[in-house]
């Protein structure tokens, strides 16, 4: 028996379900039941049984995860006692992410996490999706946070899953226009996708091909414009020069929309699902790791509360 296999049982019990228990500790549910039905085995015991509801301990099972509770109420005892000395969590985190949505959710995480965790080294990079796996299969990042459309998630999942990955889907957004405030397309009564395709587009180098803007915004023989930095995607976005399609999220806390500068637009009879997660090795999660997604997770939740729905215009 090992103390491992006691968390995993205490965790089952809290969530009442594999699958809830199973995320919240970061490993895959067969990997999860595997680690119970071997501890089961092990005492000779059931400890869970199946009912309409989730799982249920049994008589006895309901016994040992008190016996658990008391072990890792001593457990914690002694992680807060060396928390509050002078050896605190420390180590490396990498963190890379799409430039697309490197905004205000991931600053506000990481501000909170440096917050908590002072003496954890922080590398912090912008990437494509690419890349971001490259960098993830042979361990250069740790955690690499990334968009995926819908036609191209389940492929992705698929692939990942054999190469060892675990992604984790955080928010499903859409896309919503960018445009000056002045903009003669922010002063129509309805905005639809064909009406983007007289005027200069901008979008991020490398997150968004060729083939996304033809097949599945619509948009042909368009002018677009590559950039590799946000701050000057929305300087060209504020002065009328072009317009943008991003995520809605983009909008939340931007001092360009905020300022009136730019003005985010939903676009009529067009709802393209963009999915927000994050991916790391199922291997190579380390605690610095496992407190920043922790950390990231309630910053989402939190922030997501805060991001208004946009008028039809």
Same mark, same amino acid.
């Given at each position: @028996?090992r103390?491992?296999q006691?968390?995993?049982?205490?965790?089952?019990?809290?969530?009442?379900s594999?699958?809830k228990?199973?995320k919240?500790l970061?490993?895959?549910?067969?990997s999860?039941?595997s680690?119970?039905s071997?501890l089961?085995?092990?005492l000779?015991?059931k400890i869970f049984?199946?009912?309409?509801?989730?799982v249920?301990?049994t008589?006895?099972g309901?016994f040992?995860?008190?016996?658990?509770s008391?072990?890792?109420?001593?457990?914690?005892?002694?992680?807060? @006692?060396?928390a509050n000395?002078?050896?605190?969590l420390?180590g490396?985190l990498?963190?890379?992410?799409?430039p697309?949505i490197?905004?205000? +959710?991931?600053?506000?995480t990481?501000?909170?996490f440096?917050?908590?965790h =002072?003496?954890?080294n922080?590398?912090?990079?912008?990437?494509d999706?690419s890349? +971001? @796996?490259? #960098?993830i299969?042979v361990?250069?990042?740790? +955690?690499?946070?990334?968009?995926?459309?819908?036609?191209?998630?389940?492929?992705?999942?698929?692939?990942?899953c054999?190469?060892?990955i675990?992604?984790?889907?955080?928010? +499903?957004?859409n896309f919503?226009?960018?445009?000056?405030?002045d903009?003669i397309?922010?002063?129509?009564?309805?905005?639809?996708? #064909? !009406?983007?395709?007289n005027y200069?587009?901008v979008?991020?180098?490398?997150?968004i091909? !060729?083939?996304?803007?033809?097949v $599945?915004?619509?948009l042909?023989?368009i002018?677009v414009m590559r950039?590799?930095?946000? #701050?000057?995607?929305k300087?060209v976005?504020?002065?009328g020069?072009?317009?943008?399609?991003l =995520?809605?999220?983009?909008?939340? %806390?931007?001092?360009?929309?905020q300022?009136?500068?730019?003005? =985010?637009l939903?676009?009529?009879? $067009?709802k393209t %699902?963009?999915?927000?997660?994050?991916?790391y090795?199922?291997?190579?999660?380390?605690?610095?790791?496992?407190?920043?997604i922790?950390?990231?997770?309630?910053?989402?939740n939190t922030l997501?509360k805060?991001l =208004?729905?946009l008028?039809?215009?």
């Open positions: @028996m103390l491992k006691l968390q995993y049982i205490l965790e089952v019990s809290k969530q009442k594999i699958t228990a199973a919240q970061f490993i895959s549910q067969p999860l039941s680690a119970i071997n089961e085995q092990e000779n015991i049984i199946r009912t309409h509801d989730g249920e301990p008589e006895i309901r040992l995860i008190e016996k658990a008391r072990i890792f109420q001593e457990v914690e005892e002694i992680n807060n @006692m060396c000395s002078s050896v605190c420390n490396n990498t963190v890379s992410t799409l697309a490197s905004n205000h +959710i991931l600053l506000e990481l501000s909170i440096k917050e908590k =002072p003496q954890v922080i590398s912090f990079n912008e990437d999706t890349n +971001i @796996m490259r #960098e299969k361990g250069n990042i740790d +955690i690499g946070i990334l968009a995926l459309w819908d036609y191209e998630k389940e492929a992705f999942l698929f692939n990942q054999k190469n060892n675990h992604y984790e889907e955080l928010f +499903i957004d919503c226009l960018f445009t000056a405030t903009h397309l922010s002063q129509k009564q309805q905005v639809h996708i #064909e !009406d983007i395709q200069p587009l979008v991020f180098k490398n997150n091909s !060729d083939k996304d803007i033809e $599945f915004m619509k042909k023989d002018n950039f590799n930095d946000r #701050e000057s995607m300087k976005i504020a002065r020069n072009a317009v943008a399609l =995520p809605r999220v983009m909008s939340l %806390n931007d001092i360009y929309v300022s009136g500068k730019i003005r =985010p939903t676009i009529s009879h $067009f %699902n963009i999915h927000i997660g994050f991916v090795r199922k291997d190579y999660l380390q605690i610095a790791q496992k407190k920043f922790l950390t990231l997770r309630d910053t989402v997501l805060d =208004p729905q008028p039809a215009n």
